[in-house]
């Protein structure tokens, strides 16, 4: 931590990815420890320092995270509409660009896009 603060005024980027990959069982305590090191760095209250961490939103790390940051400075990309359409534009190439799948009736196609792009839930 003192390296981050013996840096300067110059920006300082951390980028944490894919958070919830991070093991979560018992004895495993690799996820916590990650939360813990996030909470020490927004704790330093570094005027440079921007902190990036990606995530599937599942429900410790969620938690985790509204703990320790401010509203303002969280960005929920699950929940934005953009991320849906690009699900539901996906989807919906493969399915009218599949061989097998160009044969089924239209409100066949429609159903399997409606029902995988709900089901996903961001992902």
């Known amino acids: 931590m003192k390296m981050l603060e013996a840096l300067g005024e110059a920006p300082i980027y951390v ?3 894919a958070l919830d990959e991070c093991p979560h069982t018992l004895g495993v305590q690799s996820r916590r420890e990650m939360l813990e090191l996030i909470k020490e760095l927004t704790g330093l209250n570094l ?3 921007r902190l990036c961490v ?3 939103p599942e429900v410790d790390i ?3 995270l509204k703990l320790i940051t401010s509203t303002p400075n969280r960005i929920c990309l699950h929940l934005e509409d953009g991320q849906k359409k690009d699900l ?3 989807i919906s190439s493969i399915v009218y660009s599949d061989k097998e799948m ?3 009736q239209k409100d066949d196609k429609s159903l399997v896009i409606q029902v995988l792009s709900d089901r996903a839930d961001g992902v």
């Open 15 to 17: 980028i944490i990815d």
């Open 47 to 49: 005027s440079n320092l």
């Open 54 to 56: 990606t995530s599937r």
């Open 62 to 64: 969620s938690d985790g």
């Open 88 to 90: 539901i534009d996906y």
């Open 102 to 104: 160009k044969k089924w």
